[in-house]
């Protein structure tokens, strides 16, 4: 990812979405390196370099990099960060297969935090999401917001039917 201040998207990655560094150099005689990661088996998950010219940012639900987190807290966690980093307009999704936080870092690059929900539906689909209330009432309200769209099913149910038709297909 080309960014221009690296010191500075490498403190929001790092305390605010909890990257580490693993390695920074130079390449050539102008552009900075960064590697960083979340994942002892995973050298880098995002690169950073400095000097080459930037892309075009798009609308953050089109134009992002999404990340997994393990759970409705680890989310709530998230949120609560980005609000004390300072980060507005932080969009919070319900899509019925995931609860998401979407956002965007320093500089304008769109990011999505996200947790798998138990269930699919359809996509795509954004409902609402409130993530002051518990797990089982976020569950509840995502069911019922849900249940009656096409395709709804228990996630285990869709991946195992996902499972058949690729082992069908290959």
């Known amino acids: 990812m080309t960014v221009e201040d690296l010191d500075t998207m490498l403190d ?15 390449v050539g005689d102008d552009a900075d390196m960064a590697f960083i990661s979340q994942d002892p088996s995973e050298h ?5 370099v400095t000097g080459q010219a930037a892309g075009e ?3 953050v ?10 759970s409705l ?3 709530r966690a998230i949120g609560t960060r980005l609000e004390e980093a300072g980060v ?30 138990p269930f699919h539906v359809a996509q795509p689909f954004a409902g609402g999401l409130d993530l002051s209330a518990s797990d089982d009432e976020v569950a ?15 996630m285990s149910d869709w991946r195992a039917a996902f499972e058949a038709r690729l082992a069908k297909d290959g």
């Not at 929001?12 to 130079?26: E, K, M, S």
């Not at 932080?90 to 297969?97: A, D, R, S």
């Open 88 to 117: 507005e307009d932080v969009i919070p999704i319900n899509h019925g297969n995931a609860w998401s936080l979407y956002f965007t870092d320093p500089e304008g690059n769109g990011l999505e935090c996200f947790v798998d929900s």
């Open 61 to 70: 639900m089109a134009d992002h990099l999404a990340f997994r987190t393990g």
């Open 140 to 154: 509840a309200a995502t069911k019922a917001e849900i249940q009656e769209l096409p395709e709804f099913a228990a």
């Open 73 to 75: 807290d680890d989310l």
């Open 12 to 26: 929001f990655y790092g305390n605010v979405l909890g990257f580490h560094v693993t390695n920074r150099g130079t």
């Open 57 to 59: 940012h798009h609308f």
């Open 44 to 48: 880098h998950q995002i690169v950073f």
